[in-house]
């Protein structure tokens, strides 16, 4: 466990679990024959590559028919308990702090992403815009990829479902506005706690609560549809907030909410339980147990149906203090549908917009 005094403030993981596709990995086995510390709280690190396929199609049960393209990858947000830290183990880094300290930006993701819709054997169906990291993390503000992607989606009168918890979602609101005449856009906020000080030790480089329900407020004014995702729900640290959670998002506009239960798999397990026994030394071991509990013992979960809403006691506490609390607060809203009728290819014509 990292001591009290080299806690890296800023960020979420505290160290690197050893990736298990290296067979080689640095150690500090003699501490004092260093000039410096390893793990030191660096600037983050920004890599170029240029993919030649930017959209993958995503069939799981859980989640349906939909396509998942991200523009970057690793996150600068931080957030201890992301799901998608094990991925960054697949370029040969670390799913602690190199998660977010090496981010790595697909310089060509809206070109590569009109190519991909010119294709004859394009199936039209919603295209989840950072399905696995968020597409308005800091460094959108200055590459504008996450912008670029939706003036293409634009141009093919493509539907988009976009997950974000970073108030710069707003810069683009005059692209969803447009792609809301067609009926072609989600808006996803994701809102994990409106206590600030649990904010910033779960999600360090995130908009607080009070920015992402302006977020929330400000689109549903434009009328655009707005799904407020409490996710993740982690027994102990923010399961108690469901009520306030959605009468806030019902006050703020949101037309609809839902939310996952957390689930630790593979390098996040060990991020996770470092982070909290520093963070939270008083409630670490009812917390991991209670995890434990709505995932049949164990901290990670990858069974098709279950893994995301969990099962046992503390499950179905949490499901049904959801269900009463999105039954009092979101009666009768929903998310209007998509209208898939409008899409059309350009037939060759699609590198004509950059």
């Known amino acids: 466990m990292i001591k009290a005094e080299d806690f890296l403030k800023g960020r979420g993981a505290q160290y690197n679990p050893q990736n ?8 500090a086995e003699h501490v004092e024959g260093l000039d410096e510390p390893m793990l030191s709280n660096s600037i983050t690190e920004f890599l170029q590559e240029h993919p030649k396929k930017v959209v993958n ?3 799981s049960p859980d989640l349906g028919l939909v396509y998942s393209l991200n523009p970057y990858q690793g996150c600068e947000h ?12 697949y370029w040969g880094y670390g799913a602690g702090l190199d998660f977010e300290r090496k981010i790595i930006i697909k310089e060509n993701a809206a070109q590569t992403l009109a190519k991909q819709l010119e294709s004859p054997n394009w199936q039209v169906m919603p295209i989840m815009l950072a399905g696995n990291t968020d597409c308005y993390q800091p460094i959108e503000a200055k590459k504008m990829l996450t912008r670029q992607v939706l003036e293409v989606l634009l141009q093919y009168r493509h539907p988009v479902s976009i997950i974000t918890k970073n108030a710069l979602i707003l810069r683009d609101l005059d692209l969803l506005q447009e792609l809301n005449k067609y009926n072609l856009v989600h808006a996803n906020i994701s809102i994990t706690t409106l206590n600030e000080a649990l904010r910033q030790k779960l999600e360090p480089r995130t908009a607080s609560a009070a920015k992402r329900l302006e977020v929330v407020r400000k689109l549903a004014a434009a009328g655009i549809p707005v799904n407020v995702m409490t996710a993740p729900i982690i027994p102990g640290l923010n399961d108690s907030e469901i009520p306030q959670l959605l009468k806030a998002a019902a006050e703020a506009g949101a037309s609809n909410a839902a939310y996952t239960i957390v689930r630790l798999n593979g390098s996040i397990g060990p991020i996770f339980e470092d982070w909290i026994r520093q963070a939270f030394p008083d409630r670490a071991d009812k917390v991991l147990s209670q995890i434990a509990d709505c995932h049949g013992g164990q901290l990670n979960d990858s069974r098709f149906g279950v893994r995301m809403s969990g099962e046992g006691k503390f499950a179905e506490a949490i499901a049904k203090l959801f269900r009463m609390s999105k039954q009092k607060y979101m009666a009768g809203r929903s998310m209007k549908p998509y209208d898939y009728t409008h899409f059309c290819q350009r037939k060759g014509k699609q590198l004509d917009f950059f």
């Open 57 to 59: 199609k995503i069939d």
């Open 20 to 27: 298990p596709y290296l067979k080689q990995e640095y150690v």
């Open 78 to 89: 931080g957030c201890v308990y992301c799901y998608a830290r094990n991925t960054h183990q």
